[in-house]
T-cell receptor, first 112, second 114 residues
Framework: AQSVAQPEDQVNVAEGNPLTVKCTYS??????LFWYVQYPNRGLQFLLK??????LVKGSYGFEAEFNKSQTSFHLKKPSALVSDSALYFC??????????FGSGTKLNVKP | SAVISQKPSRDICQRGTSLTIQCQVD?????MFWYRQQPGQSLTLIAT?????????ESGFVIDKFPISRPNLTFSTLTVSNMSPEDSSIYLC???????????FGPGTRLTVL
């Protein structure tokens, strides 16, 4: 069965510090991995994706993510967090060009 | 990227009634999806809306309760039928052009059933 896990319900960081939001996946076949962000009372916004190639992918708002095949992980990172990064973050995997599987979400709190 | 609009943005409905949610995309897309989300929680896929044929429903969701239409490549509707308070949720429309491409999401419809 295809699945995505986000082991942390919540991540707290201080503004200016680096942040990491974790994601692991379990799929049969090649994984196409995505990160989305959701601000309060808004729809989801696409941040970045990994399809193939370089394991470090860069996306919107200074975010990047590292694909690790041996650990089946796709962690989201940012070198210096902003208070405005506070939101709900979802990892997702797409299998066989078909539907997406979403993780449970991680709430990021960035304190001033 | 695709721009997606949903109507209504929110509604408060009475038990036993039905509500139809509209999703409009500014370009033709291959795939359209309908999700349900409790505030602050993950997304649950209801169905994939197929153009010109019946929608493909996920386990736990049935056509009688959530009829879906997709008359063309830019528009879809989801109806929540015979509503109960358990149907109170945010309903999200999303689209994708298939392949390796990401999904784009509408702003959502916040439904409250009394």
């Amino acid at each position: 069965a295809q699945s995505v896990a986000q082991p942390e319900d919540q991540v707290n960081v201080a503004e200016g510090n680096p942040l990491t939001v974790k994601c692991t996946y379990s799929v049969s076949g090649n994984p196409y991995l995505f990160w989305y962000v959701q601000y309060p009372n808004r729809g989801l916004q696409f941040l970045l994706k990994y399809i193939t190639g370089d394991n470090l992918v860069k996306g919107s708002y200074g975010f990047e993510a590292e694909f690790n095949k041996s650990q089946t992980s796709f962690h989201l990172k940012k070198p210096s967090a902003l208070v405005s990064d506070s939101a709900l973050y979802f990892c997702a995997v797409r299998v066989n060009f078909n539907k997406f599987y979403f993780g449970s979400g991680t709430k990021l709190n960035v304190k001033p | 990227s695709a721009v997606i609009s949903q109507k209504p943005s929110r509604d408060i409905c009475q038990r036993g009634t039905s509500l139809t949610i509209q999703c409009q995309v500014d370009s033709q897309v291959t795939m359209m999806f309908w999700y349900r989300q409790q505030p602050g929680q993950s997304l649950t896929l209801i169905a994939t809306a197929n153009q010109g044929s019946e929608a493909t429903y996920e386990s736990g969701f049935v056509i009688d309760k959530f009829p879906i239409s997709r008359p063309n490549l830019t528009f879809s509707t989801l109806t929540v039928s015979n509503m109960s308070p358990e149907d109170s949720s945010i309903y999200l429309c999303s689209v994708s052009t298939g392949g390796y491409n990401e999904q784009f999401f509408g702003p959502g419809t916040r439904l409250t059933v009394l």
